[in-house]
């Protein structure tokens, strides 16, 4: 039986990760060590839901929304567009995904960068509101990009957020995608079920059809 190529979308997480200046960045420690007293080592670790690939929840942007535990998971698995809008600028404008608008599936990931990012930078590429309304009149239940938010980082209305709130669409966010060709493929990338939490990291990967 052959294997279906799989694309590791996922960027390591460690605390080095580039983060939001004030979230909480990646730490692990050990509360037990292998010795002749202890079978096992275990660690604990900190870390904000939103450092490495991670799925908001509509937690992170209203009161009284689901939280990570809560959101459904049909819209992380299953038929998935990846769209080149390499160095388009501060917003992915609809322009920059038009030519691979024909039969849209329910997601979509947008590659920004030639490369990710593995320090904060605060002048990643973000979706202008109007390409999420564009996208959710498409079809698509969840869309996707390789840079820290949808909404720029300066934002304090969360444009992009808020669409994603009113269409009940879902997001993922800091995404690796420096080796995806630009096409169709089957995303995997299920949140964990963090009781309260306002995200989950995600390991996602892409499958070939």
Known sequence: MSHKTLWD??????PDSPIFPGDEPYALRWTARLSPQCP???SAVTLSPHVGAHADAPLHYADDAPSAAEVALDPYL???????????GPLIRIEHLAHA???LPPRVLVRCNRQADTVWNPDFTAYAPETVEWLAARGVRLIGLDTPS?????????DSHQRLLRLDL???ENLVLDE????DYELIALPLKLAGACASPVRAVLRAL
């Open 9 to 14: 979308i996922s960027p390591v997480v460690a």
């Open 40 to 42: 096992v080592n275990l």
């Open 78 to 88: 299953g038929p998935c567009r990846v769209i080149h809008a390499i160095d388009c």
């Open 101 to 103: 608008e024909a039969n």
């Open 150 to 158: 949808v909404d720029p980082a300066s934002s304090k209305t969360l």
């Open 170 to 172: 879902r997001v993922l």
């Open 180 to 183: 995806v060709p630009e096409g």
